[in-house]
C-alpha cells in the first residue's frame, strides 16, 4: 500500500503561481509513474502531468505553464504550476502506479486531493 498526500493548494490571482507537493509513503523510485490529475466543478478527472524514470509528459493546456519534477531524499513529487488562469481551478489529485509482482498488475494510489483555486 503506498499512501500519497498532497498540499500546496490555495487561492490565487489569475498570472500567479503555485507549488503543489505529492508526498509518496514509499521511495517513489519504486513507483512506475506519479501524476497529477485535476478535476473541474462538474467535469471530469483530467491527466495534468507525468513524470517517470526518463520521462515527462503535460497536457496541452498546461505546456510551458507547468513543470513536473521530483526529490527522491523527501519521496516527493512537485507541480510547478506558473501563468495560472481561471481554466486551472479545479481540485488536484496526485496518483501513482506500481508493478505487483503478486497479481501482475499495476495498482494505482490515489491522494485525497488539493484544491486550487485561481480568481480572475
Known amino acids: 500500500q503506498v499512501q500519497l498526500v498532497e498540499s500546496g493548494g490555495g487561492l490565487v490571482q489569475a498570472g500567479g503561481s503555485l507549488r503543489l507537493s505529492c508526498t509518496a509513503s514509499?521511495?517513489?523510485?519504486?513507483?512506475?509513474?506519479i501524476s497529477w490529475f485535476r478535476q473541474a466543478p462538474g467535469k471530469q478527472r483530467d491527466l495534468v502531468a507525468t513524470i517517470a524514470t526518463s520521462r515527462t509528459d503535460y497536457a496541452d493546456s498546461v505546456k510551458g505553464r507547468f513543470t513536473i519534477s521530483r526529490d527522491g531524499a523527501k519521496n516527493t513529487v512537485y507541480l510547478q504550476m506558473d501563468r495560472l488562469n481561471a481554466e486551472d481551478t479545479g481540485v488536484y489529485y496526485c496518483r501513482a502506479d506500481r508493478w505487483d509482482r503478486a497479481t501482475m498488475s499495476l495498482i494505482d494510489y490515489w491522494g485525497q486531493g488539493t484544491q486550487v483555486t485561481v480568481s480572475s
Open positions: 514509499a521511495n517513489i523510485f519504486t513507483l512506475n509513474t
